[in-house]
């Protein structure tokens, strides 16, 4: 699996924009960017995912670099229920059957009142 | 986005029971189930992944025998951890799939053997 690489914490004031960086500089052409968060004593929640182009829905947007190398989840306006672990994780779509994630260690997100 | 649960939420047991742990994905049906354990500060480390009507792939260091799995129908996934022991505390996630789609998690079992 190719992996990814995300800083370990992040803080960041609410109501204000947050940008959580990914590196995946060994990235393949079938690997979809795939991102979750985990709230403490929950399991992981999907936020969003894509291939080559940005991508956006209701909970945040996806930056993602042209050559692929890195990408980057845009929440807009930092709430203290986004508080969590964030896992960049790449998947690759070129499988038939359902295929596996590989978590890494993500990025603990902290928003201050 | 879709749902998935899991029950029991969370679990207490004496060292050398059995525990079972039932994941459901409630409005889609999952051709694959992935089972997952997290131990305190550290992230999910995949345990074993199942496809329906087929014997469950295991990672590497986790036993079968142990960890027994079953995958009996498209909407249902057990776990049961045979003669629990206190290493096995942990917390226990499942997630459901189907092909070339997003991959949904439970909501966890936190299991306690004392």
């Known amino acids: 699996d190719a992996k990814t690489t995300q800083p370990n914490s992040m803080e960041s004031n609410e109501e204000e924009p947050v940008h959580l960086p990914c590196n995946h500089s060994t990235i393949s052409g079938t690997d979809y960017i795939h991102w979750y968060r985990q709230l403490p004593s929950q399991g992981p929640e999907y936020v969003i995912h894509g291939l080559t182009s940005n991508v956006n829905n209701r909970m945040a947007s996806l930056a993602i670099a042209e050559d692929r190398k890195s990408s980057t989840l845009i929440l807009h306006r930092a709430t203290l229920r986004d508080a969590a672990v964030y896992y960049c994780i790449l998947r690759d779509e070129g499988e038939t059957s359902g295929s596996r994630l590989t978590f890494g260690e993500g990025t603990q997100l902290t928003v201050n009142p | 986005g879709a749902v998935v649960s899991q029950h029991p939420s969370r679990v207490i047991c004496k060292s050398g029971t059995s525990v079972k742990i039932e994941c459901r994905s409630l409005?889609?049906?999952?051709?694959?189930m992935f089972w997952y354990r997290q131990f305190p500060k550290q992230s999910l480390m995949l345990m074993a992944t199942s496809n329906e009507g087929s014997k469950a792939t295991y990672e590497q260091g986790v036993e079968k025998d142990k960890f027994l799995i079953n995958h009996a129908s498209l909407t249902l996934s057990t776990l049961t951890v045979t003669s629990a022991h206190p290493e096995d505390s942990s917390f226990y996630i499942c997630?459901?799939?189907?092909?070339?789609?997003?991959?949904?998690f439970g909501p966890g079992t936190r299991l306690l053997v004392l």
């Open positions: 409005d889609f049906q999952a051709t694959t």
């Open positions: 997630s459901a799939s189907q092909p070339f789609r997003t991959q949904y």
